[in-house]
């Protein structure tokens, strides 16, 4: 009874945004999103990878760092201006749960089509989050940890919080190219006593977006070294590079 009359409170002090473009949001907006921005988030499922021109849901290409690690690289779309842009950094600075149950609805749909083909359950998976940044322990919001929380909802999966980021560490964003990687290198580590509960286990480390894959490369090292079976990264959306009018 408390939990419902706290929630109609919240809902009156803090009514809901449109995950998209920020928007107050009535009765029938869909999904943490205004009808308009519902539309352009369908749009997208027409668009394809650009390197292999497939839906993003079946595409497979590496992103630059790589790791011999992982097993495969999953996303839902790719990181386009507009809605898409609205809703991962509705995540990072607000911590939308609107925003988070929307992305884990299409991330848990390509893991699940991921796991048809292997022939495991989406229940014995371990789904691990990214480590937040400095910045985001001190804001309380942790985009990839929301997202690990949602997926949990919906194909149920255990969620285990097994990575951590030194103190003072730079932050991936500010940085590019090699200097990420080496940063995500010195950055991440494994959180004590957390090998049992990684060893032999499939994991799918968890992230709202990939851009070049060098926080990935490092924690699928780290969690390699703790004998995990199999390592998939998951993230709702990722990015495509351009040098000198190519992809790469």
């Known amino acids: 009874m408390k939990h419902k009359l706290w929630r109609r409170i919240k809902a009156l002090l803090f009514p809901p945004r449109c995950a998209g473009c920020g928007t107050l949001l009535d009765g029938d907006a869909s999904a943490g999103l205004c009808p308009i921005c519902h539309a352009n988030f369908l749009h997208t499922e027409n668009f394809g990878c650009p390197l292999c021109n497939r839906p993003d849901l079946d595409c497979r290409c590496l992103p630059r760092y790589s790791s011999r690690y992982v097993r495969a690289y999953l996303h839902t779309c790719a990181y386009l201006p507009g809605v898409i842009t609205g809703i991962v950094l509705s995540l990072k600075r607000r911590q939308n749960a609107d925003a988070a149950a929307l992305c884990a609805q299409r991330m848990a749909k390509a893991l699940q089509m991921d796991c048809a083909v292997r022939g ?12 937040p940044s400095e910045r985001s322990r001190r804001t309380g919001i942790d985009s990839a940890y929301s997202l690990a929380k949602a997926l949990k909802k919906q194909c149920g999966a255990t969620v285990f919080r097994a990575l951590r980021r030194t103190y003072g560490a730079d932050e991936q964003k500010k940085l590019h190219g090699a200097q990420r990687l080496e940063n995500a290198k010195k950055t991440y580590r494994l959180r004590p006593f957390v090998k049992q509960r990684i060893r032999g286990r499939d994991i799918v480390l968890v992230d709202d977006i990939l851009t070049t894959g060098a926080s990935c ?3 699928a090292a780290l969690l390699h070294a703790a004998g995990a079976r199999s390592i998939t990264v998951l993230t709702f959306a990722k990015t495509y590079l351009y040098r000198k009018g190519a992809l790469c």
């Open 120 to 131: 495991i359950s989406t229940s014995s998976l371990l789904l691990i989050p990214l480590a």
């Open 217 to 219: 490369r490092a924690c």
